[in-house]
């Protein structure tokens, strides 16, 4: 078994425990760092499950004993230090309710996007970070492996986001920071993108070639400019309702690309 750390820590004062909290807490310090926070068992188990390397893991003493605990720290690699705080301590800064107290720092990935030749999900300036968690997972569920996030989008590696995503972004390449320009320059397939603006549903557009969806703004929608390269398609809304939800929107567009090219 992958060793402990011997001493207890029991004060907030610690470096560790200090930045800890700031990446918990605070966008800045995560981006400052480059580090972000997995929080629970389930979302240390996927980044293990896809070999993704840990800078620390903290955890609760009594947390110890647990067996899903001790289950994770076996497969650990050898050198990844343990640090063991006092349950007040940890209980004084996750952010989840009562659980199974372990949480891991580690490094988030900061990719060069590269020209995109294949299916991809454009996240513009969505800023929820559970509509961003959510988009995440569904597009990990039907096999499009490139997110591509412009800069007023909510961080990918966020630990809100993260908890939406259910870890989805292990499986995913995440382009984030980007600039429509950015996006246009690189990105080598059509542009599709939801419109209050067309009455062309999304069944009479055929979806089987590669192809770049864009998901926008939760109340401005997808920008001028993306949207003018891109091919407005409407979601039938026969009851008369405003809009759908981003990430409900999203869902119905992946999985009508999914069923035109497998079941359709």
């Not at 997972?137 to 909510?154: D, E, F, K, P, S």
């Not at 603006?197 to 590669?210: F, G, K, Q, R, W």
């Amino acid at each position: 078994m992958t060793p402990y750390v011997n001493e207890l820590i029991t004060s907030d004062k610690n470096q560790t425990v200090k930045l800890a909290k700031a990446l918990l807490t605070q966008a800045r310090q995560r981006k400052k760092w480059g580090q972000t926070i997995l929080e629970g068992v389930h979302l240390i188990d996927a980044a293990l499950r896809s070999d993704y390397p840990f800078v620390q893991i903290l955890l609760a003493e009594s947390a110890h004993t647990h067996a899903e605990v001790r289950q994770v720290l076996t497969r650990l690699p050898t050198y990844t230090p343990i640090l063991t705080l006092s349950d007040a301590l940890y209980a004084s800064i996750r952010s989840l309710g009562t659980g199974i107290d372990i949480m891991a720092i580690v490094t988030t990935p900061a990719p060069t996007l590269p020209p995109i030749n294949d299916d991809c999900l454009i996240l513009n300036d969505v800023q929820d970070s559970g509509n961003v968690g959510t988009l995440l997972r569904t597009a990990a569920a039907i096999g499009i492996n490139n997110i591509l996030c412009t800069t007023g989008t909510a961080q990918a590696w966020s630990p809100k986001t993260l908890r939406a995503g259910m870890g989805a972004q292990f499986a995913l390449n995440i382009y984030e920071g980007l600039s429509s320009a950015d996006i246009l320059e690189q990105v080598k397939v059509p542009l599709f993108a939801t419109s209050s603006h067309t009455d062309t549903v999304i069944y009479e557009h055929n979806l089987e070639a590669p192809l770049a969806w864009i998901m926008g703004h939760e109340g401005q929608g997808v920008c001028a400019e993306l949207m003018q390269c891109a091919t407005p398609i409407a979601l039938p809304q026969p009851n008369g309702q405003e809009s759908l939800n981003v990430a409900i929107a999203g869902a119905l567009c992946l999985y009508e690309t999914l069923r035109q090219r497998q079941y359709g």
